[in-house]
């Protein structure tokens, strides 16, 4: 089968490979759509933490389901996947927390992903289709960080939560936020992202720390309260650093956003707002549910989030190309 391969920093490969066997406890997928994420472009930059070359890039999937034995699925169905493989027996499994796993293999990181023809995976990774399209199904991974992510905030109804990055990762945890009954204010250094965020999302608070004061403007947004949520969706360190002081007395910084450096922040103003950080790892099934729920409900269209679109023969020389701000890329998809 034909498969694209990352050999090195920015440099893609198309190659013949075999095809996955049927294995117990796994389900061959015929893949349909790949979105391109934020993982994949930082894995060509070379620039993501968990990876290693050479990789088939490719985790945001809709597939069709080729070989399985798995309870409720059946040969020819639409389904994506939870790209998230855990050993079940670890604490953090034990603790019902899979998405952090201590020996975890995310697809298309720590093991080859879904830029080829087919890929095997793990039965319990399967998520049915739903009736949903395949650009919704592709697009259900990265709308499930977002989700997660706003589970760990515990967004309570009516309170600020300011989400920095309005890539599609940041698009998604504004949605889930608004889902939550958050008053969201979106933060991004592009101001044709920040009017996707304005005219498509609905969201009334926008942000530009290139153009704006950012304190003076989130105490006039927040009758000088400060957002009790702030979460990144960047992986930028400057951003992530600066915006410990953007958070409220008493409110919570959540980090989806990931970088190899170490942050760094000003010990007494976090201890005096009495502040709680934490991290926010993949997602979980539940998270996949409340998505797959929320599109099947019309809350979200994340469909509006794809501004690029190309065949799979195509993706090695438009790659690059998406890295560009002045090609204005929210989502890039990937027709199989």
Not at 172 to 197: H, P, Y
């Amino acid at each position: 089968m034909k498969a694209l391969i990352c050999t090195t920093p920015h440099q893609f490969e198309y190659a013949e490979t075999g095809e996955p066997k049927v294995v117990s406890g796994h389900t061959i997928i015929k893949i349909k759509r790949i979105g391109i994420c934020g993982t994949d472009l930082h894995a060509f930059e070379g620039t993501q933490p968990f990876f290693s070359y050479p990789r088939i890039l490719g985790h945001e999937l809709a597939a069709e389901i080729i070989e399985t034995n798995a309870t409720g699925f059946t040969k020819g169905e639409a389904v994506t996947f939870i790209p998230y493989f855990n050993c079940g027996k670890c604490i953090a499994c034990r603790m019902s927390k899979p998405n952090c796993c201590v020996s975890i293999n995310v697809c298309g990181v720590h093991v080859d992903g879904g830029m080829s023809e087919y890929l095997s995976v793990p039965d319990y990774s399967l998520v049915h289709g739903e009736d949903l399209s395949l650009d919704e199904l592709a697009l259900a991974e990265p709308l499930a960080i977002g989700a997660h992510g706003v589970t760990r905030a515990g967004v309570i109804p009516g309170e600020f939560v300011l989400v920095i990055g309005a890539g599609p990762i940041g698009l998604g945890t504004m949605e889930f936020a608004r889902i939550a009954g958050g008053k969201v204010i979106a933060m991004d250094i592009n101001d044709s992202r920040l009017s996707f965020c304005r005219n498509k999302l609905n969201v009334e608070f926008t942000v530009n720390p290139d153009s704006e004061d950012v304190l003076d403007k989130l105490k006039a947004i927040t009758h000088g309260d400060m957002p009790t949520v702030v979460i990144d969706a960047t992986g930028n360190l400057k951003a992530i650093n600066t915006a410990f002081q953007y958070t409220g007395h008493g409110g919570r910084y959540i980090l989806i956003g990931l970088q190899k450096g170490d942050i760094s922040f000003n010990h007494p103003e976090f201890h005096k707002r009495e502040s709680t950080l934490m991290s926010s790892r993949n997602a979980t099934r539940a998270d996949f549910e409340h998505v797959v729920a929320a599109m099947k409900k019309g809350w979200v269209n994340p469909v509006a989030y794809i501004t690029h679109r190309v065949g799979f023969d195509e993706i090695k020389d438009k790659f690059e190309t998406w890295l560009d701000p002045a090609n204005e890329v929210i989502k890039a998809m990937v027709e199989v």
